[in-house]
């Protein structure tokens, strides 16, 4: 177990810059997901720990050593891949004990070592089986089990879960979670799913365009996003945004069709700015600011119903925790909670503390 | 007439076709297996006959006794089988670092491997054997095997697999598990190339074996021919013996009848990936 660190990180692919000085610090044992659009350079942070792609400039620390020189093999570090990555020639039992018998290990130590981790993760009757003879779940296990195995300072997840059904992502999500707790090493996890990044990590880093937007615990982000980028990303279904004006010395936020919502409280706003609004914040009923918006979609799941509306000629997003009954077209008042409300910069995007 | 018979109908006249060209093609083939059996008097008959009416072995005691016909069977084979062992390795490696290591230099290289294919082996034939000549490999099997060591077609072959079927993710997880570049190219690589290496294997051999023009003109001893050219040598020396050559063609296509029973698979596999027999 260690402590990974992550220094003014540049990576480039010939005259293009993927990553543009990124620095963040992965406590020991802690879950760190990293998530983000793809394309945003998240799979390059993880290849470059892995030490598959070389360092432009800048610093990788696992523990206490540099590890930017370090070969792959003596980082001690294991990685699961998208697509599992499985020898396809070999058994079960002879993938999880690969990197154990280029160890040189003992044939009976790297038997006990496979056995033990098959029946953590439950494929201890699949030893015999070729990774062809295998469900995707299976699969998925066994490169999970190939990378326990050796018990690595450092766990990578490359979207691990991204080529499984949405059942089994859930079931998946659990167990890794599960094994986390229980093995307690320090992990990296690359995901373009920020439901995945929320719900299994301990820390959060939000990455676009090979920046490191925030890095925060999982509702932090959810609660205090720093800009609208990490404000829309978060969440889904997303937040939706409005442009609106303040009036100096008014208490009122203007949308663009002229409504007029309460602005929230112990707020110096003037001029133009942009409100989120998250789509379970918006009620029917209650104390609040109050808008008509036109229904454009209406989705019921039985629980709660989705509204697609138009309000100020944006589109957002309603959640609401019961069944409604609405045609396509009508025109509903909503109330929202003014302290609720989201205040960000239209030039900056930078959240207004409000 | 309905659909159903019209389907028969085309079928019938299918198979009937496809069974005309069959003969066609097994007659040649067969003649030249009863030739052998045939006695000199018979062979003259006209119209031929396709079963000899007095089969003997005459023939083949005389091929075995009188030729060196095992030697250069012998010869043929170990040519063949030392191409085949130096095909399979060059192409095996060539063609994994031209698709797994796509450096610019490298891809030069593998354009150069390629243009190779276009040019005829009889453009370069007499130069070459100039060079072999220098070298004092005249008739031997190391002159034979210049030109017999590197099959261009065979890297491409090989390239174009472990694109297709080898992702990168496997040889980067080898790499993080621990092992060297030579490891996993041998433990890896290979094992997961077993198919296609195969099908080379077969195409180098038949390569080899059915080489005619290189072997006749770097092997000018009677002792060192390969199988080929000890066959082209009976219609001089023996002035056309049709028997005694009908049954040393006979004899030859044992081994190769009997590779290709052995290797059915491994050969459509080569021919269908190639589109090209020789």
Redesign the interface.
Known sequence: MATVEIKELHKSFGDVEILHGISFTIPDGAFVALVGPSGCGKSTILRLI???EEITSGEIHIGDNIINDVE??N?N???V???Y?L???LTVAQNMG??LK??KKSKAEIERAVQHTAEILGVNKLLHRLPKQLSGGQRQRVAMG?AIV?KPQVFLFDEPLSNLDAKLRVQMRAELKALHRRLATTTVYVTHDQIEAMTMADIVVVMRNGNVEQVGRPLELYDKPVNQFVAGFIGSPAMGFLPATTKVGSSEMVLSDGQVLSKPTCTALDGGYIIGLRPEHIQLGGNGASFKATIEASEQTGSETLLLARLADQEITILLRERFDTTIGDVHTFVIDPTAVQVFDSKTGARLET | MSATDRARRTNFLLDVTLFVICILLLTPLILLIANGFKTPQEMLVWPPTLFPKDPTLENFHKVFTETPLLRWMLNSFLFAILSTVAIVATSALAGYIIGKFPFRTINIIFILFLATAIIPFEVYMIPLYFQVKALGLLNSVGGLLVGYLVMSFGIFLIRQNVIASIPDELLEAARIDGAGELWIFWYVVLPLLRGPLAALAVLAFFQAWTAFAWPIIVMTRKKSFTIEVGLANFQSAYTVDLSLLSAASAAVMVPSVLAFVLLRRNFVEGIAASGMKE
Do not use: E
């Open positions: 892995a030490g598959l792959p093999k980082r570090i294991a990685m891949f998208q697509n990555a020898y396809p020639h690969f990197s280029l160890l190939r050796r």
